[in-house]
């Protein structure tokens, strides 16, 4: 299995930044991609931005330009670079990771999430 722990949240004003970092441990070997997501109060959860293995990278139109996902050179922490926050930005942030086995399927793993608080 793979576990997920977030860390890096807090409270920052507007226009601060923040970076988030997310560790992996367990059966890393098979993920193929990982990514942020985040909820707010009374809100869907919704995609920010994700990595494959491979490096690609993809982001919500909301943050495009401002946020930034990376992977070390281990491939077991990814991590999310918030810049230029807004208070819309304000959500409890979880790390996702997906991990696939051509001949058998795919398995979705989620951290408990860190929360990002942006006021003033």
């Known amino acids: 299995q793979v576990q997920l722990v977030e860390s890096g949240g807090g409270l920052v004003q507007p226009g601060g930044s923040l970076t988030l970092s997310c560790a992996a441990s367990g059966r890393i070997f098979s993920i193929n991609a990982m990514g942020w997501y985040r909820q707010a109060p009374g809100e869907q959860r919704e995609l920010v931005a994700s990595?494959?293995?491979?490096?690609?990278?993809n982001y919500a139109d909301s943050v495009k330009g401002r946020f930034t996902i990376s992977r070390d050179n281990a491939e077991n922490t990814v991590y999310l670079q918030l810049k230029s926050l807004k208070p819309e930005d304000t959500a409890v942030y979880y790390c996702h990771a997906r991990r696939t086995i051509a001949t058998l399927g795919s398995w979705d793993y989620w951290g408990q999430g860190t929360q990002v608080t942006v006021s003033s």
């Open positions: 990595i494959t293995s491979g490096g690609s990278t």
